[in-house]
């Protein structure tokens, strides 16, 4: 960990957010950082990533440490590194240089936090938590809070009105929040500049990959997830990089930065391996961004999310309609779910400290508060139902995409059978899929694209490809 | 996963490594691949990483999967992904053809491995295992065994048995591993190229850990363990990359590739950040140059390891007195671990399908039956004590450390007041940190350097850093 101490802006912004923490509950809250969990063997673990919870009001992915919150004040929990460690790790900050560097009204060991007792109640009574992900943390903060806990998607009484008010402050971004992922953007941009810019000398999937996160390594970063780098765009989650480029293949790069204290971007482009769209290629791309510009037109505080969704929905039912795709009338396509077939996700999610930010809580973040998943085929996925607030940073991607467990199944086939024309279908062959996504503040002023420095018209893609370096 | 079904080769090496294990034990065995662990939420995982020792007798990191070996038979225990997820995860090989691949003799649901019974006993009655690294995975490996689990480091029973037995196999790489640990050692060979070309465009660490990285990355492979690219060669596992890169700087790469289905390199190099090694960087290189080139060469069948590493310290002590920062008779100065004021680590260890192979076993692989850690600070950091024999992977890896906790404890400036010219040690300043290491595979004629088309003579490493891209 790198500590700088170049001025108090960092332990002004999580002075704040304690503060509003405070002004939302009257009990003590527990945060745990965590710890990395072994890979191979116990001293060979994966890259530790600290909860998203415990970053967000402590600033610094500490790791096995814990930080307690009552009235606005911090008390952080943390053990200094034993001196033995030196040779292995180097000199580490001490527990006090970290104290006063994220504004810690006072540090102590690990161990206080169970042991420590002060003139009021011990100090875990009737604290509230959040579940992190590790199984060896989470029985830490049952033994210590010497209660059962609840997993973090339905939490209970004061655990539960902690993760309200968390989901309230962690929604809407400040300043602080807002420049990491403003850095975080711009290193995602130039990730997919670099990758386009590799793929007419890359011979598999991988060689693209190597570029893109070269450059996120480069500035000292990690990916927020999983990158996918594939010409199977249709394979949502595809983590497979062995296939090989074929001229007149699409490929989808979904790839993402996150800075060192935990902010994340997710940007998706899609371009062709030889640097030029086919007819074809050109014609879906061009349905789909013309849904990308549109939702991101209307995004403005007040509007619900899920309208965004359905824009997308009708524009892109129109664009297939116009392409002899579909057919029938565009308001009756959508509200038969048609747009699905080849839409087959929402229009996206939040953006934060997680790449679906906060998705550890179900849909607590997601959804506002008494909505609840639709069981429509067209809406069921989506991640998001909110209504937009200044501050919220959320990711619009529409997709083209031939699944073919969708589209050769055969009650699909069934119900759309006077819908979609699957001849016409079948000369868009070369497109298997297409996704377009930019990560959108939402501001008083409508819509700020963080990630706007990344062109998405086709002539502009093609531009970047042609440069290959 | 990729799956190719080019040859028989990989069933043929699973089969024989079957048919060994039976004529060790006779008692059934089942081992647990794991499953991926969290990092933000469920669906934001680590990267998969099979258990070691399921990937050495299945050869395919399967998720959640589980084999059952006895008496040279396997049996393959996996779910087929259900079809919801092909939208995420594409077309998913299924349990048979995987099976076919592996040459399983029958193939299971996981559920199965618990409830299924034959004509003997009940399948789990009697079987060992080695518990794995994931915590989840552990709690029903003891489930379905019925029976509580110790650690992996203290097994016992049939347990310690089949521990024995699979370590006396690990051991000694077959040609199956072997073809593999070469890939890996030729991927490596080139990232060390690139960091070493990619210097002097880089402003701090991470730039040459990208194009490291990225070579591993772009030949679909992973970094076998975390990289350690830095400038402060005197951390021995720093993980951090922010700092910049000045000249006059050594720059020490410890960076080894993985290949997808798990077998490891591990090599480390060290070169100046200006293309030119100081003075007195190129006196101590060549101290620890001989020390690398010279256990190398001693390196045979029957040979004790330890003594390669206490020809490395003899090695290294007769260098710092001809420098004039050690003085006395050689073998007094390692009888009293003088030395290891600097070389402050082991000479290297086992590697295979673990950088550290088997270290999830403590000192059970690395130990010769009946022997433990020396308690002398020169000795008591071997990870390897063993007399090699034919097939063993072991690295190489002398080094120079100045550690200012080890240099400036005030007990070892008494003990060795004698020993250490402190005042000709501060010319040597400029020198924070120096590793050479390669991996060396014993074989009849001696030692053959897998790793050996990486210079290590230090006017070739900078004419390499010259190369600058």
Redesign the interface.
């Known amino acids: ?2 500590i700088t101490k170049s001025d108090d802006s960092l332990a002004n912004s999580l002075h704040q957010r304690r503060q509003k923490l405070a002004s939302l509950i009257n009990f003590p809250t527990i945060l745990w950082s965590g710890r990395s ?8 673990t ?2 530790f ?1 600290a909860s ?1 919870h415990f970053l967000y009001f402590s600033g610094l992915p500490l790791e096995n440490a814990a930080i307690r919150l009552e009235s606005g004040k911090l008390e952080l929990f943390l053990d200094d590194a034993p ?1 033995s460690s ?6 580490m900050p001490k527990r006090a240089e970290i104290a006063e560097l994220i504004g810690a009204d006072a540090a102590f060991p690990m161990a206080e936090l169970k042991s420590r007792s002060s003139s009021r109640a011990p100090l875990t009574t009737n604290a509230a938590t959040i579940a992190v ?4 943390t989470q029985l830490q903060q049952s033994q210590i809070l010497d209660r059962p806990l609840a997993p973090p998607t339905s939490p209970t009484g004061i655990d539960l009105e902690l993760t309200k008010a968390i989901v309230s402050l962690r929604l809407s971004h400040d300043a602080a929040s807002l420049a990491e992922l403003r850095q975080a953007a711009a290193v995602t941009v130039e990730a997919h500049k670099a990758g386009m810019a590799a793929t007419r000398n ?1 011979q ?1 999937e ?2 693209v ?3 893109m ?8 970063m990690t990916y927020a ?2 990158s996918i780098v594939t010409v ?1 765009g ?9 296939n090989s480029l074929q001229t007149g293949d699409l490929l989808l790069a979904d790839v993402g930065a996150e800075t060192s204290t935990g902010w994340a971007a997710d940007v998706t482009r899609t371009w062709p391996v030889s640097g030029k769209f086919s007819p074809t290629q050109r014609a879906i791309y061009d349905v789909v961004l013309a849904a990308h510009d549109a939702c991101i037109d209307y995004i403005s505080p007040g509007v619900e999310y899920q309208d965004i969704h359905l824009l997308a929905a009708r524009i892109m039912a129109e664009g297939l309609v116009d392409l002899g795709i579909l057919r029938g009338n565009v308001e009756d396509l959508v509200e038969m779910d048609a747009h699905a077939l080849f839409f ?1 996700h929402g229009i996206g999610h939040l953006i934060g ?4 930010d906060m ?2 809580l179900g849909d607590l973040a997601g959804y506002e508060e008494g909505r609840t998943r639709s069981s429509r085929f067209g809406l069921g996925f989506l991640r998001l139902n909110r209504v937009l607030r200044p501050g919220m940073l959320v990711s619009i991607e529409p997709g083209f995409y031939q ?4 589209l050769n199944n055969p009650e699909n086939r069934t119900k759309y059978e006077d819908f979609v024309k699957w001849e016409e279908l079948e000369k868009f062959a070369d497109v298997r899929g297409i996704r377009i996504e930019d990560d959108i503040l939402v501001s008083e002023k409508g819509g700020e694209v963080l990630t706007g420095k990344l062109p998405t018209k086709a002539p502009e893609i093609e531009e970047l490809v042609a440069l290959n370096t």
């Open positions: 960990m790198k969990t072994p890979r191979n063997y116990p001293a060979l994966f890259p990533r998203s001196a030196t040779l292995w790790h180097g000199e992900q590790d199984a060896f890359a598999i991988a060689g990959r190597a570029a996160e070269s450059v996120i390594i480069s500035e000292n997830y999983p199977h249709e394979v949502l989650h595809s983590e497979h990089y062995h087959v400290l997680d790449v679906h998705e550890d699944v073919p467990a969708i």
